[in-house]
């Protein structure tokens, strides 16, 4: 299974940019990278999935090099309904089990 | 469309008894997998369900056990329940086979055991 790393917190300020970057050096060449998005006693909220380069939707960005080794995460103008774990996950697409780490607590201040 | 839903929202139970969690899919999806979450921790995968049957499971105990039924909603059996049972226990379902497979959870159902 593809190990995905990624800080364990972060804070900003509501109006910026956060970008979560997560490192995945093992992933195999049929997984995506798909993001969830959790509030406490809630489940997993799903983000966002991208294989390659560049996925935009109304939510977030995700950016992904050339290697696929890494990615990032990328919220604009962050509000403080944006304080939550955010985890990275790397499967393939169908498969069976998601493998969740500890995610990226993720701090907004006013 | 209907999201995923779970029943019940919070449960109490003492060591020893069984519990019986549950789970209504999204519609159109045929495929329900469920985790368990222990507080401060990410979701770890106690099995999948595909058309009724077993499609692959964690590194949880016999006394875990699930149904899937034919309208592809689901439930999650615990038998002899211990004190580390307690925790947010999530079902998600997806679409096997479809254009894409994301799982989408439900809000969960917190069980605490005493």
């Known amino acids: ?110 | 469309e209907t999201g995923v839903t779970q029943s019940p929202t919070h449960l109490i139970k003492t060591r020893g008894q069984q519990v019986t969690l549950r789970c209504s899919s999204q519609s159109g999806h045929n495929t329900v997998s469920w985790y368990q979450q222990a507080l401060g921790q990410g979701p770890q995968f106690i099995f999948q369900y595909y058309r009724e049957e077993e499609n692959g499971r964690g590194n949880f105990p016999p006394r875990f056990s699930g149904l899937q039924f034919p309208n592809y909603s689901s439930e999650l059996n615990v038998n002899a329940l211990e004190l580390d049972d307690s925790a947010l226990y999530l079902c998600a379902s997806s679409l096997l086979g479809g254009s894409t497979d994301t799982q989408y959870f439900g809000p969960g159902t917190r069980l605490t055991v005493l």
């Open chain 1, 1 to 110: 299974l593809a190990k995905t790393t990624q800080p364990i917190s972060m804070d900003s300020y509501e109006g910026q940019e956060v970008n979560i970057t997560c490192s995945h050096n093992n992933i195999a060449t049929n997984d995506y990278i798909t993001w969830y998005q959790q509030f406490p006693s809630q489940g997993p909220r799903f983000i966002i999935q991208g294989y390659k380069t560049k996925v935009t939707n109304e939510v977030a960005s995700l950016f992904i090099p050339a290697d696929r080794k890494s990615s990032t995460l990328s919220l604009p103008r962050v509000s403080l309904s944006d304080t939550a774990v955010y985890y990275c996950l790397v499967d393939l697409t169908g498969r069976r089990a998601l493998t969740f780490g500890s995610g990226t607590r993720l701090q907004v201040q006013p």
